[in-house]
């Protein structure tokens, strides 16, 4: 499917592609726990065991890594939630950059010449796609229009979706998605690849996450043959970025990026992105990238209301039914699930996810006790849960600053303080990761945020005036 087949890497000799069988089954273990072990620290225990710990890898013959799921649920989710990173990190790791494929368990591999091809990002289009993977595989029926919940929370930014779809040329462009995470940003952005296969115009549209756009940027750098990659990104009517806050700061790849942005709005091809902040309040180096961003139209998606999160949970629970006909979710137990899981779409797949294993895969009820016991394992409870963005405003509030000085590369006291207490106030009240913690501040390293937090604990333990403005913004934020 067009949304499993993240960027491959878009050049490799002869001699690496000889060398598949030299690197044997010893050396790929050894990356598959590394990537293991970071998924774990990112991911959290409680999810690392339920989804990423019953996955197994092993190489196809024709030299690919095959990662196995023991169904075709758990593969979605995989591919849903964390296949852009587990590529990312393979990449990094594997010194022979093999292609990695998600399988679920009986599933059978593609075929030899399509798993060896090197191909620049797939297209899924109404016409002939930039690779060879099967054209019913290319569209994910899971994220279309009609699986997306519309409410006050998204009404905009659902609207913008939909028109630039039916639209002859673009109404706005750039189109920019913002929001926390999980509330819908790349599910819309699927929606609107999938639906311009099927308007009576039908167009090629690609859709990339900003590590698979940096990733395929710098291979081509590295292969010196940018050209496939400009030919490839420019060559599509839509263009749809995901998170694009990871390329902000890397001016290389800022400045391919508002290249990229500014040929296709020329040739007037809809270009579509998202990320969890507003263009404005991106820690973009290029100021020419950043008017071109704010330019266009930005469309907030934030957390739902009660009605739609019910709505959102009827249409999972729906889907959950194709793999399991057996489930058989309650009234009651509905009620319940949407009215305490708060947070957005993805936090009540999770649950809904925990849930299911705890009973269709067990073949028992679901019941208000199995449901009680999924939220406890998941550490979710009826209080506030905060998020990393509430902190930051919080803090720049406090301390006179703005969110975007706090996530810049500003070194001043006046900015390093305030930058300092957020993340220790994110690793503290927040269940988050400290590598996903450090991408929030401009992408840093997860290494940087210890340093903050050691920083504050010192400081505290030393008697400085940092602790009451510490204990001011805890008391605060947690009501």
């Known amino acids: 499917m067009w949304r499993t087949m993240a960027y491959k890497k878009l050049a490799v000799s002869d001699t690496k592609a000889a060398a598949f069988e030299a690197q044997g089954a010893t050396d790929i273990a050894a990356i598959w726990?590394?990537?293991?072990?970071?998924?774990?620290?990112?991911?959290?225990?409680?999810?690392?065991s339920q989804e990423i710990a019953r996955l197994r890898v092993?190489?196809?013959?024709?030299?690919?890594?095959?990662?196995?799921?023991?169904?075709?649920?758990?593969?979605?989710?995989?591919?849903?939630?964390?296949?852009?990173?587990?590529?990312a990190i393979w990449t990094e790791l594997d010194s022979m950059h093999r292609d990695l494929i998600v399988l679920?368990?009986?599933?059978?591999?593609?075929?030899?010449?399509?798993?060896?091809e090197i191909p620049a990002p797939q297209a899924v289009s109404g016409s002939s796609p930039v690779s060879t993977p099967r054209q019913d595989d290319a569209?994910?029926?899971?994220?279309?229009?009609?699986?997306?919940?519309?409410?006050?929370?998204?009404?905009?930014?659902?609207?913008?979706?939909?028109?630039?779809?039916?639209?002859?040329?673009?109404?706005?462009?750039?189109?920019?998605?913002?929001g926390d995470y999980g509330v819908g940003k790349t599910h819309l952005m699927h929606a609107v690849a999938s639906a311009v296969s099927k308007t009576s115009r039908p167009r090629k549209a690609l859709y990339l996450t900003a590590e698979e756009f940096l990733s395929g940027f710098v291979t081509a750098m590295r292969a010196r043959d940018t050209i496939t990659f400009k030919e490839t990104v420019r060559g599509v009517d839509f263009l749809l970025i995901d998170d694009v806050h990871f390329i902000a700061g890397k001016p290389k790849?800022?400045?391919?990026?508002?290249?990229?942005?500014?040929?296709?709005?020329?040739?007037?091809?809809?270009?579509?992105?998202?990320?969890?902040?507003?263009?404005?309040?991106?820690?973009?180096?290029?100021?020419?990238?950043?008017?071109l961003l704010t330019g266009?139209?930005?469309?907030?998606?934030?957390?739902?209301?009660?009605?739609?999160?019910?709505?959102?949970?009827?249409?999972?629970?729906?889907?959950?039914?194709?793999?399991y006909p057996v489930l058989n979710v309650s009234e009651p137990v509905r009620d319940f699930l949407a009215a305490r899981i708060t947070t957005g779409p993805r936090e009540l797949e999770g649950v809904l996810n925990n849930v299911i294993c705890r009973t269709a895969l067990l073949g028992l009820p679901v019941t208000m006790e199995a449901v009680s016991t999924a939220l406890r394992d998941l550490s979710l409870s009826a209080e506030k849960r905060l998020t990393v963005d509430e902190i930051q405003k919080a803090v720049a509030t406090h301390f006179g600053v703005t969110t975007t000085d706090i996530c810049s590369k500003r070194r001043t006291q006046s900015v390093v303080r305030p930058r300092h207490v957020a993340m220790y106030l994110a690793k503290v009240l927040t269940t988050r990761s400290l590598p996903d913690i450090g991408?929030?501040?401009?992408?840093?390293?997860?290494s940087t945020v210890i340093h903050a937090v050691n920083k504050i604990i010192a400081m505290i333990e030393s008697g400085d005036p940092i602790g009451q403005d510490v204990d001011c913004l805890t008391r605060e934020l947690r009501g």
């Open 33 to 48: 726990r590394a990537v293991r072990a970071r998924l774990r620290t990112e991911l959290g225990d409680a999810l690392y």
């Open 58 to 87: 092993r190489m196809s013959d024709a030299g690919a890594i095959i990662v196995l799921a023991p169904s075709t649920f758990n593969r979605d989710w995989i591919e849903d939630h964390v296949g852009a990173r587990i590529r």
């Open 104 to 116: 679920a368990e009986g599933q059978a591999e593609p075929q030899s010449d399509v798993v060896r």
């Open 139 to 178: 569209i994910e029926p899971r994220f279309s229009f009609d699986s997306f919940r519309v409410g006050p929370a998204n009404e905009v930014a659902a609207a913008a979706a939909r028109s630039i779809v039916s639209a002859a040329t673009p109404p706005f462009n750039p189109v920019f998605f913002y």
């Open 253 to 291: 790849t800022e400045d391919e990026f508002l290249n990229t942005i500014a040929a296709l709005i020329a040739e007037n091809k809809q270009v579509v992105l998202a990320s969890h902040r507003p263009p404005a309040e991106l820690a973009i180096a290029d100021d020419r990238l950043r008017s």
């Open 296 to 323: 266009g139209l930005a469309c907030p998606l934030s957390k739902p209301d009660l009605d739609l999160r019910r709505q959102i949970l009827d249409c999972k629970i729906a889907q959950a039914k194709c793999h």
């Open 439 to 446: 991408r929030r501040f401009g992408g840093r390293d997860h």
